[in-house]
Every structure is written in structure tokens, then in C-alpha cells.
């Protein structure tokens, strides 16, 4: 089967179009879908309606769909897996605008994420960018690439906590902070078998035997050159959006400019493998 697909920039992404997610769940379809979703990193498909069961089964075609390991937000009543992102200006939603690999911290952090846009806050507003970490790497030279292929990074969940424990959002408190974990700065695509740099300046502490300041002026160097504006597909939610992408070989930035405006979507996560 052959999608029709439309590019959504030069950097990465595509859109999908004539499918229905709610309804075209053969075997042949999925598979093309996944094709795509690994050619492209980002795939948009417009004009879709899904119950959180559908959008959980959705989801598990690319792996099992996990909670967030930390409890980080509310999830859906009917099916708690899925984390609800909500917005008003009674329960205003936590920060995000960062530059972020999702759930860095964990020892198997998750394969890619599946949001589905049910209140958008207006044209033009609360938009999410993504950086493409396979060209950020291959971009590089091959004694820079050749010295980041032998580098581990610490990466931690301080910073979530630390927000989640803010009282001026609607995030779930987290008690503890749990321990660092150790990744390869570089990590190999299980499917593609592509390389991309795997650090991002939230979760990414230091790398291994350096220290912190050393570390820090390579994270900010390095993410410089991800977020380049050519290195960059910029999102403009519609309602009924579905949007994944591919957290293995992304990062994501979600643009805070909507104030108390109402938003609502609601987001799956597929479980991931640990990097290698």
C-alpha cells in the first residue's frame, strides 16, 4: 500500500492524508504508516476523531503504551495511560518550552509519543517545534562525531520535579527525584540504524567524567546547532490534529503563548528500547 504523503518542511516531517485513524486499522495500512513514521520522524494526520481507546490502540501498534514513569500529569478517566494536557485559566498547565528528548532520565526512555488535539487555543498559538538529531549529528565533522561516539551523558529528572512542584500549575507533585542514568551521547536508530545525537539541555546533566561546566558548554554548542531554523519543523495545531513523532531521533519545544486561553489534548506514549 502506498500512502499519500506531503512534506511538512525540509528538515523533517510529513502529513498523511485519506486515513482515518479511527478506522483503518488493517495490518497493511499500519505497517505503511510505521514505514513512514520511520522515514520521516514526524507524521501529521489531519481531521481525526479518537476515543482515548482508539487512540491507546493506535498507539500500541509502535509499542506498549506506558504512563508516565514519574506520574507527572492526570490521565484520561477511561483509560489512565494517556496523559491529559489541559489548560484555563483555572488550572493553568506546566511549562514546556524547552528543548527536550521526553523521560531522558529513564533507563528505557519511550519509542515516541501520539497527541491528539481536541481544544486548540486559537490560530497561530501554542505551537510545537521539532529539531531532527540525525542531521545535527550527521552535519558534524568526523573527529567531532568519532569523540561523541565514545561519550556516556548522566541525564536527570531534577528539572521536571522541580517544575511539577511549582505551585502555579496543574502538573502532579512528584516526592523524590530518582537517580541519574547513564546514555550514550550518540545512540543507534533499532530500526533505521541511523546515528543521532541523544542529549538535550533539560535532562542532559553532564557527560561522564566531565564536569559540569565543561559539559554545559558542549550541551548549549550542540543544541545551538539542532535548533537551527533550518534544522526545524514548526507545528500549527488545528483541532483534531494527531501528531507523532519519533523521541529516539527528535527533540520538541512546546511554544508557552496562550495564557489562560482554554487547550486540551490528550497524549500516548509508546514504550521505547534502552539506548544503544
Keep these: 500500500m502506498n500512502l499519500e504523503l506531503s512534506p511538512l518542511c525540509g528538515a523533517m516531517g510529513a502529513e498523511v492524508h485519506g486515513v482515518d485513524l479511527s478506522r483503518d486499522k ?46 507527572s500529569r492526570e490521565g484520561a478517566p477511561s483509560q489512565p495511560e494517556i496523559l491529559v494536557l489541559e489548560n484555563s485559566a483555572d488550572t493553568p498547565a506546566p511549562r514546556n518550552d524547552f528543548w527536550h528528548s521526553d523521560i531522558s532520565f529513564a533507563e528505557c526512555p519511550p519509542l515516541g509519543s501520539v497527541i491528539h488535539a481536541l481544544e486548540v487555543p486559537g490560530e497561530g498559538l501554542g505551537d510545537t517545534l521539532f529539531c531532527n538529531m540525525y542531521s545535527v549529528f550527521e552535519e558534524l565533522s568526523p573527529g567531532l562525531q568519532k569523540t561523541l561516539e565514545g561519550l556516556r551523558a548522566l541525564h536527570s529528572a531534577e528539572a521536571l520535579v522541580r517544575r511539577n512542584n511549582e505551585d502555579d500549575n496543574n502538573a502532579k507533585p512528584i516526592a523524590s527525584v530518582p537517580g541519574m542514568v547513564s546514555h550514550p551521547v550518540v545512540r543507534t536508530h533499532p530500526q533505521t540504524g541511523r546515528k543521532a545525537l541523544y542529549v538535550n539541555p533539560y535532562f542532559t546533566e553532564r557527560f561522564e567524567g566531565w564536569t559540569l561546566e565543561e559539559s554545559r558548554l558542549w550541551i548549549d554548542w550542540l543544541t545551538q546547532r539542532a535548533t537551527r531554523l533550518e534544522n526545524i519543523y514548526r507545528h500549527r495545531w488545528r483541532k ?23 487547550r486540551l489534548f490528550h497524549r500516548a506514549t509508546a514504550a521505547g528500547e534502552r539506548p544503544i
Design 26 to 71: 488493517e495490518s497493511v495500512i499500519l505497517n505503511t504508516i510505521q514505514d513512514a513514521f520511520h522515514e520521516n520522524i514526524v507524521l501529521l494526520f489531519r481531521d481525526q476523531c479518537l476515543t482515548p481507546a482508539q487512540h491507546v490502540r493506535f498507539t500500541s501498534f509502535f509499542g506498549p503504551v506506558e504512563p508516565h514513569p514519574l506520574g
Design 240 to 262: 483534531g490534529d494527531v501528531l507523532m513523532w519519533d523521541n529516539r531521533c527528535a527533540m520538541h519545544y512546546a511554544i508557552y503563548d496562550y495564557g489562560s486561553k482554554p
